[in-house]
């Protein structure tokens, strides 16, 4: 890389921006290029897939009417386009319909589900045919496309030609770029931007420039700066010089403190920076120096100095202060001991408490546990006995409705006995009316009788003429003889019913007597259900209080379980921090004694 260094500033500018300028265009041209290649991949696919559509959507008759003729003249006019190498039709079954091919590439014999891919530079899509929503059949394409290579030298010329376009303007601007650098303005005006003075020096140790803080900091004009020897503004020229030749032994110096005297006698502190500056065959120019004014930092030094000694001073008085609080802490500590062992004492008092304390609370959770599970033996006996009283309350409810039932039909039978007494009376005195009557039938069939009698006599007394009367007479008292036999019969026949009357009469007075003393019963049979009735729905509202009241304690019973249980980890957890605590205070009062014996070996 010799030859590298050996080249001139302008060469080194133009090599450089030949070299950027390239780079970036083959940059852009790759990534043109990656770019190019995913649109038209992208593009591709919409064309061929739009293709494949209208295909599909061509074919759709051909496949549903069953026209491989039809179909397969579609497929011909495919040739048009030299990009399609196959193309087919596939039945809904996948066997192919019809076909179209050229330079010897034939579609596959079966389709597939619907897919778009490259196969190296052909893209082969397979399309559903649809009708509504039915699949009839698929469509198969295969294009070929632009490779790769065609593409990258179709871009690589145009990056070639743009190349050389740039490299045309890039040469006029790294000439410009050079006189630029190399224009001395421009080197003064970064040397003037500078708030730290700055000077170039000969190789004999001759000022050639300065910037105006080298002005400002010496108080001398630039004219009579320039030619004068740096080392004399210095209040120690050896040093500077000393400095000066440090550059050209070792090529450059850092941070070497001068003093740098004004023309007014102000003094100034500065870190002198340097080193050489060559020009393009390596050869020393001169010294490049640099002077940082530090006046700043050395009254930072001073303050911190002045401060490190009343740092001293109060340091001296804190130990003195240390001293009298030793003394205090050694009395503290004194008081420190026999309070620690009043504490331990205490501790373990309360140790022992809380463990006593633990013991009856873990009795007591016992105990409640066991009054918990008698309280819920309790509410589930509650809770039957309150289920068993509304059972009978049911019961008696039902029997208090069933005697009021009874009470009224006893009711209504006594009034039907009442009204059954009333129509045999009436009974009984009809058939004394019909007593009477037959009485006086049989009366009349007597007289009849002795009529018959009368007219027998004196038919016989007319003779023959009275034949005919006389047997009129013979059947009158044949009547007559008949109806005293069936008076005679209805007499015995009204015995028997006013017997029977009368033995009705008898029984249903009977009988209303005792369906009245029925009724009397029955009230009294009510009002008992009734009172069984009030009691048993007091006792049911009273199985219902307790079993509230049972269930009640049960909850009660289960927070003061629960309760006993908190107080019961308490407790676990008082004798825990109780044992901490006497632990702690063991450990305090050992230290109180170790700090006692301390403060008095140190006093000692």
Same mark, same amino acid.
């Given at each position: 890389? =010799?030859?590298?260094?050996?080249?001139?500033?302008?060469?080194?500018?133009?090599?450089?921006?030949?070299?950027?300028?390239?780079?970036?265009?083959?940059?852009?041209?790759?990534?043109?290029?990656?770019?190019?290649?995913? $649109?038209?991949?992208?593009?591709?696919?919409?064309?061929?897939?739009?293709?494949?559509?209208?295909?599909?959507?061509?074919?759709?008759?051909?496949?549903?009417?069953?026209?491989?003729?039809?179909?397969?003249?579609?497929?011909?006019?495919?040739?048009?386009?030299?990009?399609?190498?196959?193309?087919?039709?596939?039945?809904?079954?996948?066997?192919?319909?019809?076909?179209?091919? =050229?330079?010897?590439?034939?579609?596959?014999?079966?389709?597939?589900?619907?897919?778009? &891919?490259?196969?190296?530079?052909?893209?082969?899509?397979?399309?559903?045919?649809?009708?509504?929503? &039915?699949?009839?059949?698929?469509?198969?394409? @295969?294009?070929?496309?632009?490779?790769?290579? $065609?593409?990258?030298?179709?871009?690589?010329?145009?990056?070639?030609?743009?190349?050389?376009?740039?490299?045309?303007?890039?040469?006029?601007?790294?000439?410009?770029?050079?006189?630029?650098?190399?224009?001395?303005?421009?080197?003064?005006?970064?040397?003037?931007?500078?708030?730290?003075?700055?000077?170039?020096?000969?190789?004999?140790?001759?000022?050639?420039?300065?910037?105006?803080?080298?002005?400002? $900091?010496?108080?001398?004009?630039?004219?009579?700066?320039?030619?004068?020897?740096?080392?004399?503004?210095?209040?120690?020229?050896?040093?500077?010089?000393?400095?000066?030749?440090?550059?050209?032994?070792?090529?450059?110096?850092?941070?070497?403190?001068?003093?740098?005297?004004?023309?007014?006698? =102000?003094?100034?502190?500065?870190?002198?920076?340097?080193?050489?500056?060559?020009?393009?065959?390596?050869?020393?120019?001169?010294?490049?120096?640099?002077?940082?004014?530090?006046?700043?930092?050395?009254?930072?030094?001073?303050?911190?100095?002045?401060?490190?000694?009343?740092?001293?001073? =109060?340091?001296?008085?804190?130990?003195?202060?240390?001293?009298?609080?030793?003394?205090?802490?050694?009395?503290?500590?004194?008081?420190?001991?026999?309070?620690?062992?009043?504490?331990?004492?205490?501790?373990?008092?309360?140790?022992?408490?809380?463990?006593?304390?633990?013991?009856?609370?873990?009795?007591?959770?016992?105990?409640?546990?066991?009054?918990?599970?008698?309280?819920?033996?309790?509410?589930?006996?509650?809770?039957?006995?309150?289920?068993?009283?509304?059972?009978?309350?049911?019961?008696?409810?039902?029997?208090?409705?069933?005697?009021?039932?009874?009470?009224?039909?006893?009711? @209504?039978?006594?009034?039907?006995?009442?009204?059954?007494?009333?129509?045999?009376?009436?009974?009984?005195?009809?058939?004394?009316?019909?007593?009477?009557?037959?009485?006086?039938?049989?009366?009349?069939?007597?007289?009849?009788?002795?009529?018959?009698?009368?007219?027998?006599?004196?038919?016989?007394?007319?003779?023959?003429?009275?034949?005919?009367?006389?047997?009129?007479?013979?059947?009158?008292?044949?009547?007559?003889?008949?109806?005293?036999?069936?008076?005679?019969?209805?007499?015995?026949?009204?015995?028997?019913?006013?017997?029977?009357?009368?033995?009705?009469?008898?029984?249903?007075?009977?009988?209303?007597?005792? $369906?009245?003393?029925?009724?009397?019963?029955?009230?009294?049979?009510?009002?008992?259900?009734?009172?069984?009735?009030?009691?048993?729905?007091?006792?049911?509202?009273?199985?219902?209080?307790?079993?509230?009241?049972?269930?009640?304690?049960?909850?009660?019973?289960?927070?003061?379980?629960?309760?006993?249980?908190?107080?019961?980890?308490?407790?676990?957890?008082?004798?825990?921090?109780? &044992?901490?605590?006497?632990?702690?205070?063991?450990?305090?009062?050992?230290?109180?004694?170790?700090?006692?014996?301390?403060?008095?070996?140190?006093?000692?």
């Amino acid at each position: 890389m =010799r030859w590298l260094a050996d080249l001139r500033i302008r060469a080194k500018l133009t090599l450089v921006t030949m070299l950027t300028t390239a780079i970036a265009l083959l940059l852009a041209g790759a990534v043109i290029i990656a770019y190019d290649n995913y $649109v038209y991949h992208a593009q591709k696919t919409g064309e061929i897939s739009a293709q494949a559509g209208v295909l599909a959507a061509s074919v759709t008759a051909s496949l549903e009417f069953n026209d491989s003729k039809a179909a397969q003249d579609y497929l011909n006019p495919l040739a048009a386009n030299p990009e399609i190498t196959a193309a087919g039709v596939y039945a809904s079954n996948g066997s192919l319909f019809a076909s179209y091919s =050229r330079s010897g590439t034939r579609p596959p014999p079966l389709a597939e589900p619907q897919v778009q &891919r490259f196969e190296g530079n052909d893209f082969v899509v397979f399309w559903p045919v649809r009708q509504g929503q &039915r699949e009839v059949g698929t469509v198969y394409l @295969r294009v070929s496309t632009e490779t790769l290579a $065609v593409r990258i030298i179709r871009f690589g010329g145009i990056i070639l030609l743009v190349m050389i376009g740039s490299l045309l303007i890039t040469l006029p601007v790294g000439m410009r770029l050079h006189s630029v650098i190399a224009n001395p303005v421009y080197a003064r005006s970064l040397i003037e931007a500078s708030l730290d003075p700055m000077v170039t020096k000969s190789p004999e140790g001759k000022i050639t420039d300065v910037n105006e803080a080298t002005i400002k $900091v010496t108080g001398v004009p630039r004219e009579k700066l320039i030619g004068t020897d740096l080392s004399n503004y210095f209040t120690e020229p050896e040093k500077a010089r000393e400095g000066y030749q440090q550059v050209f032994a070792k090529g450059f110096v850092t941070d070497y403190p001068l003093t740098i005297r004004h023309r007014d006698g =102000r003094l100034t502190d500065v870190l002198y920076n340097a080193s050489v500056y060559k020009d393009e065959r390596g050869n020393v120019l001169g010294v490049f120096a640099a002077v940082r004014d530090v006046t700043a930092q050395k009254q930072a030094e001073d303050a911190l100095r002045q401060a490190h000694a009343e740092l001293e001073l =109060r340091v001296q008085e804190r130990t003195a202060d240390l001293g009298r609080l030793v003394q205090q802490v050694r009395e503290g500590i004194k008081v420190l001991g026999s309070g620690t062992g009043e504490i331990l004492s205490a501790t373990n008092q309360v140790a022992t408490s809380s463990t006593e304390t633990a013991a009856s609370v873990s009795q007591t959770t016992v105990t409640v546990e066991e009054v918990k599970q008698t309280a819920q033996v309790a509410s589930q006996k509650a809770t039957y006995v309150l289920e068993s009283a509304q059972k009978l309350g049911q019961v008696s409810q039902s029997g208090k409705k069933s005697v009021e039932e009874t009470i009224e039909g006893m009711r @209504r039978i006594r009034e039907q006995m009442e009204s059954i007494g009333e129509s045999i009376v009436r009974l009984s005195e009809q058939s004394q009316a019909i007593g009477e009557i037959v009485a006086a039938v049989n009366d009349l069939s007597d007289q009849s009788n002795l009529l018959a009698v009368n007219a027998a006599i004196e038919a016989a007394k007319a003779g023959e003429q009275g034949k005919g009367f006389a047997v009129v007479a013979q059947e009158i008292k044949s009547l007559a003889e008949q109806s005293k036999q069936a008076t005679t019969q209805v007499r015995a026949i009204l015995g028997d019913i006013q017997k029977a009357t009368s033995t009705v009469v008898l029984a249903t007075e009977q009988g209303a007597k005792a $369906v009245e003393a029925g009724v009397q019963q029955s009230a009294q049979t009510g009002e008992s259900i009734r009172l069984l009735a009030d009691s048993i729905n007091e006792a049911a509202q009273a199985a219902t209080q307790i079993a509230a009241s049972s269930q009640q304690q049960l909850v009660g019973m289960d927070q003061v379980v629960l309760a006993m249980e908190n107080i019961k980890q308490a407790s676990t957890q008082n004798v825990a921090g109780a &044992r901490q605590a006497e632990v702690a205070a063991k450990n305090l009062h050992e230290l109180g004694q170790r700090l006692s014996a301390l403060t008095e070996t140190k006093a000692d």
